[in-house]
C-alpha cells in the first residue's frame, strides 16, 4: 500500500511516499525546480503542487500516480472555516467564501487548498505527465486533509526512536493554531492542547527578521546566529511582548518594534549594535517561554522523552537549551521540523491509522532524496566537456585534499531531506584554519556573521566538545571543548558553541571513512560542513547542479561519486 504525502499550503513544499508502513522517498520540490523554498509562502501561491518532488517519488518506487492507494494533504481547508464560526461543506461554493467572513485573500487560498486532488491530476507540467497521466482515469486514492499541526506532530513522534514520548511543536501559522501539544504512549497519541493564533512564536520571530533586514519566512536561522553578537538590552521588552501563560498557554502583544526600537534595517544596511541587541533579546526570551511551556508538557504528561518538530524546533540554540535544562532525559527532533516535514507526517498520521496504529519506521537517517550511479554523473562530466578523473580511493584523496586547505564540494548517495547538507551534497573544508570561516562565507557570498558547522566522528564527539553526544542531524549546539578551540577554531562560533553533526559508520559509510582519513592525516577527526549551494540557490539535487555550482563559485574541487575535478590554482 503506498501513502503519498504532499506539503503545499505555504512554503518549503515538498513531497513523501510510505510503503506499508516504511518512508522510502521524500524530497522538497525547490531541489527539482531551483527556487529557494519552492515558493513564497503567499495565499495566491497555494495551488503550487510539489509536482517534481512527487515524481521523483513516483520514480523511484517504480510506480504511477494511479497507483497510489492514499493522498494525505498536510492542511485541512474545514479548520480554518470554522475558525470564523462556520461550519460549510466541501467542495466549497462562492457563495460560500462570501458569506464566511473571510479576509480578502483566504477565499483564493481555500479554493486552491480544496481543489488541490482536481490540480494534482490537471495541472501536472508537461514533460512530467508520463506518470501523471493515467491517473485522471484510473485512480483510485482515498484523499485525506489532515490538520497542519497534526502533520508536524506526527512527523515527530511516529519517526523518532521512542515508544512513549511528550509531544511539542512550535511553528509560525496552521489552520488556526501556532503551538500544539500531546503524549504518545501505547501506541496511542492524545492532544492534550494547542494555542491558537494570532499568538505565534514562529510569527514573532518572523516580525523580528523582516525588521532586522531579512527575509521573514526565510532568514530566521540568520536572527539566531546574529543574536550571539549581541547584549539582551531589550529582554524586558520582549518579556511584555510575549508571555507564558499556565497549562502551555502563551499572549503575543503587538510587537510595535519600530515603536520600541526605533526604524528597521533596510536590507543590505551596515548591522549596528541595535541589531545584535534585539536579535539577542528576542532569542533569549524565546528561550525562557519554551522552557516554561515544555516544563508544564513534562508535568502533564510524565514523560521522559521529548519529540519536537515545527519551524521553531529549527533553533538549534534553543533546542540546546532545552537539552540541558534537565526537563527531559532525551530529545528528538524532526530533521525536517519546518513545514517540509509535514508532507512526512501526513503521509506517515495516515499510514499508522490504516494499519492499525503499527509503527515500522525510524528516522536513523535523512538521506531519501535522489542518488545517481557513477555511469549518469560520467555522462553529466562528458557533456560539459570537462577534465576529471576517477578515483582509486575517494575517502584518502579527499582527505588529502582538505589536509591542505582545499575546500571541496561533496557530492555522495541519496540528498539529504531537510535543510541541513549533511555529507551528501556539502562542502567540506578543514577546520584547523582561523581564515576557514571566511573563505567559506565568500565562497557562498554570506554575510559574515554567519557561522559554518563541524562535522565530528561520533565517537569522538565527547573529547571535542563539551558533554557532546549523539547528534546526526545538526540541531543542537554544543560547547567547544577549551582544550580543542585553538585546533578548530573555524567551527567555534563567537559564543564559543558549534552546532554539531556527528557520524556514525551506519549513516554514512563514505562519509564516516572520509573524517578517519583526515583524522589520521591532522589529528583532527572534525571537518567544516556547510551545504552545497551559493547564495540564494537551495542545496544541490543533480550531477549538473553540482558541476554548475563549483564552476560558477571559488570551490578548488568537486569530488562527485567516484569523479574528481579541480582547478588550476591562480
Known sequence: ????????????????????????????????????????????????????????????????????????????????????????????????????????????????????????????????????????????????????????????????????????????????????????????????????????????????????????????????????????????????????????????????????????????????????????????????????????LRRETGAENLCLAGGVALNCVMNAKLRDSGLFRRIWVQPAAGDAGTALGAALWIDWRHNGGTRGYRMDDVYLGPEFSPAEIESSLRRGKLLYRRMDDVAEECAALLAADKIVGWFQGRMEFGPRALGARSILASPISPDMQRRLNDIKDREDFRPVAPAVLEEDVAEWFVNGERSPFMLFVFDVAADKADRIPAVRHVDGTARVQTVSRAQHPLYYDLLKAFRRRTGVPVLVNTSLNTRGRPIVCTPHDAIECFWTSPLDALVIGPWLLEKEAA
Not at 464560526?85 to 462562492?94: D, H, M, R, T, W
Not at 549596528?272 to 515544555?294: G, I, K, M, N, Y
Open 1 to 296: 500500500m503506498y501513502t503519498l504525502g504532499i506539503n503545499a499550503a505555504y512554503h518549503d513544499t515538498s513531497a513523501c511516499l510510505v510503503r506499508d508502513g516504511r518512508v522510502i522517498a521524500a524530497a522538497e520540490d525547490e531541489r527539482f525546480t531551483r527556487i529557494k523554498h519552492g515558493k513564497r509562502p503567499l495565499p495566491f501561491t497555494a495551488w503550487e503542487l510539489p509536482y517534481h518532488a512527487i515524481d521523483y517519488c513516483l520514480a523511484h518506487a517504480g510506480i504511477e500516480l494511479a497507483d497510489i492507494d492514499r493522498v494525505a494533504y498536510s492542511y485541512d481547508p474545514r479548520l480554518l472555516l470554522e475558525s470564523h464560526g462556520e461550519s460549510i461543506s466541501l467542495p466549497l461554493e462562492p457563495s460560500a467564501h462570501r458569506h464566511a467572513g473571510l479576509a480578502p485573500w483566504e477565499p483564493l487560498f481555500l479554493s486552491y487548498i480544496v481543489n488541490a486532488e482536481r490540480q494534482l491530476v490537471n495541472g501536472v507540467p508537461h514533460r512530467l505527465r508520463a506518470r501523471f497521466r493515467r491517473a485522471k482515469t484510473d485512480r483510485r486514492w482515498h484523499w485525506h486533509f489532515v490538520e497542519h499541526h497534526l502533520c508536524h506532530e506526527a512527523s515527530a513522534f511516529l519517526a523518532s526512536p521512542f515508544d512513549e514520548a511528550a509531544v511539542m511543536t512550535l511553528d509560525g501559522r496552521g489552520e488556526r493554531t501556532a503551538t500544539s501539544y500531546g503524549h504518545y504512549a501505547g501506541g496511542e497519541y492524545r492532544r492534550l492542547g494547542q494555542v491558537p493564533l494570532p499568538h505565534s512564536l514562529g510569527l514573532l520571530y518572523e516580525e523580528v527578521t523582516d525588521y532586522l533586514g531579512f527575509l521573514r519566512s526565510s532568514d530566521e536561522y540568520k536572527v539566531m546566529a546574529l543574536a550571539s553578537y549581541g547584549e539582551p538590552r531589550h529582554a524586558a521588552a520582549f518579556r511584555d511582548i510575549l508571555r507564558a501563560g499556565p497549562a502551555g498557554a502563551y499572549e503575543v502583544r503587538e510587537p510595535r518594534l519600530v515603536e520600541r526600537f526605533g526604524a528597521p534595517r533596510p536590507p543590505g544596511a551596515p548591522l549596528e549594535r541595535r541589531h545584535f541587541d534585539v536579535a539577542r533579546s528576542l532569542q533569549l526570551v524565546l528561550e525562557e517561554t519554551v522552557l516554561e511551556l515544555a516544563g508544564w
